[in-house]
C-alpha cells in the first residue's frame, strides 16, 4: 500500500496571498493521484486528479497541482487564497494495480485571514 | 450528480452498544467504502466491498463489520461499540476501478458527508 505524507499539518495564509501544500508518496510505480478539499463540517469534495499526461493539473477553484514522478511528489498550489478556501485538504494516492483503493495523507488545515 | 448520503450527521451511543452506520448512494456504483477519520490521521480504509455481498478488510477492519446486500446501500457495524471507536465516520463510492472497465476516472471517490460517532 502506498504512503502518502503531507509535510505540513497547519498552513495560516493571510487573503490573496499565495499558498502550496506538499504531498510526497512512496512508491515510484504508476499512480493515480488526487487532492480533495473538506469544508467545516462536510465531507471530501475532489478538488483535482492526476490520471496521466501533462504534469500540471489544474482543478477547482483556481488550484492546480503539479505531479513530479522523480521526487514522488503532488503539489498543490493556488496563487491568491480567500477566506472561502480555509479549509483542510487531503492528498490521497493510489497505485494503478490496485487502482479502486486510496491511500490518504493526514491533512493540512489552511486557515485564510483577512 | 452522484449522492452520498449516511443516515446520521451526529450519534451518541454507549459503550457495549450495537452500532449500525447506514450509507446509500444513487448512481449504480460498484465499489463502496468505510473510513474513519481522526486528527492527525486523515482518512483510514475500515472496509470496502466491490460487489453486492463482497466485502474486503481495509487498513483497520477490527471490532468493525459490514454488509451489502444492496447495490446502493453499505452499512457498517459495531459489533459492541467502545470508546476507541468515538471518530467521524466518512462513507463514499465509486464506479468500477480503471483497470476493470478501461475508463480512467472511473474510481474517482465521492464522499457522503460523514457521521460524528461519540461513544461514552
Known amino acids: 500500500a502506498q504512503s502518502v505524507t503531507q509535510l505540513d499539518s497547519q498552513v495560516p495564509v493571510f487573503e490573496e496571498a499565495p499558498v502550496e501544500l506538499r504531498c510526497n508518496y512512496s512508491?515510484?510505480?504508476?499512480?493515480?493521484l488526487f487532492w480533495y478539499v473538506q469544508y467545516p463540517n462536510q465531507g471530501l469534495q475532489l478538488l483535482l486528479k492526476y490520471l496521466s499526461g501533462s504534469t500540471l493539473v489544474k482543478g477547482i477553484n483556481g488550484f492546480e497541482a503539479e505531479f513530479n514522478k522523480s521526487q514522488t511528489s503532488f503539489h498543490l498550489r493556488k496563487p491568491s487564497v480567500h477566506i472561502s478556501d480555509t479549509a483542510e485538504y487531503f492528498c490521497?494516492?493510489?497505485?494503478?494495480?490496485?487502482?479502486?483503493?486510496?491511500?490518504f495523507g493526514a491533512g493540512t488545515t489552511v486557515t485564510v485571514r483577512a | 450528480d452522484v449522492k452520498v448520503t449516511q443516515s446520521s450527521r451526529y450519534l451518541v451511543k454507549r459503550t457495549g452498544e450495537k452500532v449500525f452506520l447506514e450509507c446509500v448512494q444513487d448512481?449504480?456504483?460498484?465499489?463502496m467504502f468505510w473510513y474513519r477519520q481522526d486528527p492527525g490521521l486523515g482518512l483510514r480504509l475500515i472496509y470496502f466491498?466491490?460487489?453486492?455481498?463482497?466485502?474486503e478488510k481495509g487498513d483497520i477492519p477490527e471490532g468493525y463489520s459490514v454488509s451489502r446486500e444492496k447495490k446502493e446501500r453499505f452499512s457498517l457495524i459495531l459489533e459492541s461499540a467502545s470508546t476507541n471507536q468515538t471518530s467521524m465516520y466518512l462513507c463514499?463510492?465509486?464506479?468500477?476501478?480503471?483497470?476493470?472497465?478501461?475508463?480512467?476516472?472511473?474510481?474517482?471517490?465521492?464522499f457522503g458527508p460523514g457521521t460524528r460517532l461519540t461513544v461514552t
Open positions: 463514499a463510492s465509486s464506479l468500477e476501478g480503471a483497470g476493470a472497465s478501461g475508463r480512467e476516472g472511473s474510481y474517482e471517490q465521492y
Open positions: 448512481m449504480d456504483h460498484e465499489n
Open positions: 490521497a494516492v493510489s497505485d494503478r494495480l490496485d487502482d479502486y483503493k486510496l491511500s
Open positions: 512508491s515510484s510505480v504508476s499512480v493515480y
Open positions: 466491498s466491490y460487489d453486492v455481498k463482497m466485502k
